[in-house]
């Protein structure tokens, strides 16, 4: 099998059948050796996952060896077959390599947003240039045009698994909150829309740094220790101090509106909101965080049969189908 230049050729998780060979290129997680119970050594169990799902693996010979040529998140080629275990299939592992960064694409293995991810950056700034606040428009343009920050931007998930968990959801979910906080402020004439708008593109920045994403999502040290609450007010902060001149008022207002997005103290905001921008923010974002999970559990029960989804753990009922 070969996959140089992204180009992966092999089984996909969704395509194995227990009896099939298997020669194909995966993303490990979750490696554990464990003792045989009838003889001394160990074997190595893992996980190997892709886009389309996950599947146990485990390597009954040299399993000690096996375990330290790869680290959790390595990309590995595999060689085996698929056989059960108590009803379950698994990948009985029979030699392991651990690919090269040259060797793969990342959206083979970790789920990405359908939409284009320059676009959805195209129209935040297209947005802001508008802006009449030059305040505003500067401090903005100053993250969106910058190459590194707009590397991650565009690239980072906007939570490890509840709503748009995949590459590019951050900036999706981003644009879908903008779009939100623009008809809200069209309600309400009160509201600053340009400072509304300002803080829909900022209230998350914070999650580039808080994940962790060129592997399985996983939180970062600073994500476990801070929060992105935290990290984005700081580096919008610390942005504002930079331009001079800029309004002490209006910084003070957005480090608020990334401060108590979340709304509850119970849901982790260090403040609830205390200002017609920083409540709509949080509707907004509140809103499109349930919204996506909904759909997703829609989407996910295009195969059943009947009127009603799976019980969702995550949104604790059934969803009505018909």
Not at 73 to 99: F, N
Not at 217 to 239: P, Q
Not at 266 to 273: A, I, L, T, V
């Amino acid at each position: 099998m070969s996959n140089r230049g992204g180009e992966c050729v092999g089984l996909r998780v969704i395509d194995l059948e227990v009896g099939q060979p298997v020669r194909s290129t995966f993303m490990a997680k979750y490696r554990q050796l464990l003792s045989f119970a009838s003889k001394p050594g160990q074997y190595l169990t893992f996980m190997l996952f892709d886009r389309t799902g996950e599947i146990k693996a485990v390597v009954w010979d040299n399993g000690e060896k096996v375990y330290h040529s790869f680290e959790d998140g390595d990309v590995v080629r595999v060689e085996g077959y698929v056989t059960e275990y108590r009803g379950t299939p698994q990948i009985t592992v029979e030699t392991l390599h651990k690919c090269d960064r040259s060797e793969y694409d990342m959206s083979l293995f970790l789920p990405c947003t359908t939409k284009d991810v320059d676009d959805l950056l195209q129209q935040l700034k297209d947005k802001v240039t508008a802006f009449t606040n030059t305040y505003l428009k500067r401090l903005v343009l100053d993250f969106l045009e910058g190459p590194e920050f707009a590397a991650a931007y565009t690239k980072a998930p906007a939570a490890k698994a509840i709503h748009h968990a995949y590459i590019g959801g951050l900036i999706e979910h981003t644009v879908n909150v903008v779009s939100l906080c623009e008809a809200i402020a069209r309600l309400y004439p009160a509201i600053d829309g340009e400072l509304l708008v300002t803080g829909a593109i900022f209230h998350d920045i914070g999650k580039v740094v808080e994940y962790t994403y060129d592997g399985p999502f996983d939180l970062s040290d600073e994500g476990k220790l801070i929060g992105h609450l935290i990290i984005g007010e700081r580096m919008l902060a610390d942005a504002m101090d930079r331009i001079p001149g800029f309004p002490r008022s209006l910084a003070l207002k957005l480090r608020h509106m990334i401060l108590s997005h979340h709304g509850k103290l119970e849901w982790g905001s260090p403040k609830r909101p205390k200002t017609l921008e920083a409540i709509a923010l949080h509707l907004a974002d509140n809103m499109d965080g349930e919204m996506a999970q909904f759909v997703e559990v829609v989407a996910e029960s295009c195969d059943i049969e009947g009127n009603w989804s799976n019980y969702s753990r995550r949104l604790e009922r059934q969803l009505y189908l018909g």
